[in-house]
């Protein structure tokens, strides 16, 4: 019964985590898509910013209960890797797709007369994708599916690679304890901040999944699933493939070679 109570408690913490990081990146979203003159127009390492301290604010927020996975790329890596438990994948993904979709409900609820605004003022629709990039990603300029599919295994491979190094136990020149979640929120920005444009950083198929889903079942329709040129699986299976690459290359190529003198300082992903 206590295993149990402990699982529901991790599972409702990864969800409140993913809510918080898509309430707080999609607001910030919305903030730079749907108002001339944006702020973030002519700075975009706000938006990139912003999004990080979402992620350090998770962290904050959960990390003691779940360890604030907040990334079915994270939870994966980390099974595959760090003794995270199998039985317990299935769950923490399902839980962060439900925090994104209850994420982008409490943005819908903030932002829903200023997208009406917007699609009325230029004449766009949801069925057509009209504010859909609030929600969820889509390719830049110039990038295909298949392209943006690369740029995601290599841009989750960063963000997990740096996930992994900053936790590790033996890694004594990585912040320890708190300091932490505020390095991984300024990795997941700095990640924003030089590759933004090319497809939205999806790096965590929750935080694209969730939202893209509740915009399927609030009028965007196809625009949202499967989306044009069936991009819906890009920021699923590419950030999926990605953690599991970068993982695996601090695990083989920095990990075996750090001194183990010192004695671990953090504990195990639970």
């Known amino acids: 019964m206590l295993k149990n109570r402990q699982f529901l408690g ?41 999004w990080g ?77 009209g504010a859909a990039g609030v929600f969820f990603t889509h390719p830049g300029e110039g990038i295909t599916p298949l392209h943006a599919f690369v740029d995601e295994i290599i841009l989750t491979g960063l963000l997990v690679f740096g996930i992994f190094a900053i936790t590790c136990e033996y890694n004594t020149v990585a912040p320890q304890a708190n300091s932490g979640a505020l390095i991984i929120g ?41 989306g044009p040129d069936n991009f819906w699986w890009v920021p699923i299976a590419g950030p999926l493939v990605g953690g599991v690459v970068g993982a695996g290359c601090y695990q083989f190529l920095i990990r075996p070679f750090i001194p183990r003198s010192a004695a671990p300082s953090i504990p195990p992903a639970p």
Not at 42 to 47: C, D, K, P
Not at 84 to 91: A, D, I
């Open 53 to 129: 301290l979402g992620v350090t604010i998770a962290i904050y927020i959960t990390g003691s209960v779940s360890g604030t996975h907040a990334n079915p790329a994270v939870s994966l890596a980390l099974a595959l890797y760090r003794g995270f438990s199998w039985r317990k994948v299935p769950g923490y993904c399902a839980a962060q797709v439900l925090g994104g979709v209850i994420g982008a409900a409490l943005v819908y609820t903030l932002y829903q007369p200023v997208i009406e605004h917007y699609n009325a003022a230029h004449g766009l629709t949801r069925a057509g994708g």
């Open 186 to 226: 300024l990795l997941v920005a700095s990640i924003g901040a030089c590759s933004g444009y090319l497809e939205a950083w999806a790096i965590n198929p929750a935080r694209d999944f969730g939202p893209r889903l509740f915009c399927f079942l609030a009028g965007w329709g196809g625009s949202a699933l499967p």
């Open 10 to 50: 991790e599972l409702i913490s990864e969800c409140i985590a993913v809510m918080i990081i898509v309430l707080i990146g999609d607001s910030v979203a919305a903030m730079y898509a749907l108002y001339d003159p944006s702020p973030y127009k002519q700075a975009y390492w706000g938006v990139a910013i912003v």
